[in-house]
């Protein structure tokens, strides 16, 4: 399985208003493993960036002077990303950006990332699996024990490094059940194992009754249409 882990920079925070991408970066995992394989172009955007745009990445007009336009890259771009899966923290809006590029290519098939990608949204499935948490790329490094010290300021490649260990991170294992004093819970590397002695008694292994396991599915229908995946344990089950 092949997955692009990506981030843009911007000019600002809308493409109806005609701001472009910069940067973009992105981080290649094959088999849940990284590759090294990774992508970054800087874009001249042919505009203005806002100063709060600037203040998040540092990225400026005199820097991106002379870098290729978005046409001149589209190919190299795309080629990459190609029928892989991709990993984006807020996908909606660095999807919007690219698919604003993509539609301003002359004497290509209008076409959007959609029709070429499959497309997770780490930020969701972060908010699913850590309710009423704050779920920012840093609450994410914090909670996960990922290091993210370097990160002064954003970059495309920086926090699609960043995010690759994350999502690696949250998609590949269970947490501990305390949390930290700041509520966040800490990643695997912060937990310690006991291995239990040889000699240990057997383990009592107590069965649900009839009347526990119709009340357990009756539990799992309330999931099924909360859940807009639906129950955890029944895809879980089905897939096995």
Same mark, same amino acid.
């Given at each position: 399985m092949r997955q692009i882990v990506l981030d843009t920079e911007t000019t600002g925070l809308e493409p109806e208003q005609g701001h472009r991408v910069i940067e973009v970066g992105a981080v290649e995992l094959v088999d849940r493993r990284i590759t090294g394989n990774n992508l970054q172009l800087y874009i001249d955007p042919q505009r203005d960036i806002d100063d709060?745009?600037?203040? +998040?990445?540092g990225l400026d007009a005199d820097f991106l002077a002379g870098k290729p336009k978005f046409a001149d890259v $589209?190919?190299?771009? *795309?080629?990459?990303?190609?029928?892989?899966?991709?990993?984006?923290?807020?996908?909606?809006?660095?999807i919007s950006f690219i698919d604003y590029e993509l539609s301003l290519l002359e004497g290509q098939r209008k076409t959007s990332i959609d029709e070429l990608c499959a497309v997770t949204d780490s930020l969701a499935l972060a908010r699913r699996k850590h309710p009423g948490q704050k779920n920012s790329l840093d609450a994410l490094c914090r909670r996960?024990? +990922?290091?993210?010290?370097t990160r002064e300021?954003?970059?495309?490649?920086?926090?699609?490094?960043?995010? $690759?260990?994350?999502? *690696?991170?949250?998609?590949?294992?269970?947490?501990s059940l305390f949390g930290d004093?700041?509520?966040?819970?800490?990643?695997?590397a912060d937990e310690e194992f006991v291995r239990l002695p040889e000699d240990r008694p057997p383990i009592l292994v107590l069965r649900a009754s009839a009347d526990e396991l119709i009340r357990h599915e009756a539990y799992l229908d309330v999931l099924d249409s909360a859940a807009a995946e639906g129950a955890?344990?029944?895809?879980?089950?089905?897939?096995?």
């Open positions: 709060a745009a600037f203040e +998040v990445h $589209a190919e190299q771009f *795309l080629g990459f990303i190609k029928d892989a899966d991709l990993i984006i923290h807020n996908a909606p809006f660095d996960y024990g +990922v290091d993210n010290s300021l954003h970059g495309a490649l920086l926090d699609a490094e960043i995010l $690759a260990d994350v999502y *690696l991170a949250m998609t590949g294992g269970q947490l004093e700041d509520g966040d819970r800490p990643g695997a955890l344990w029944r895809r879980a089950a089905a897939a096995a």
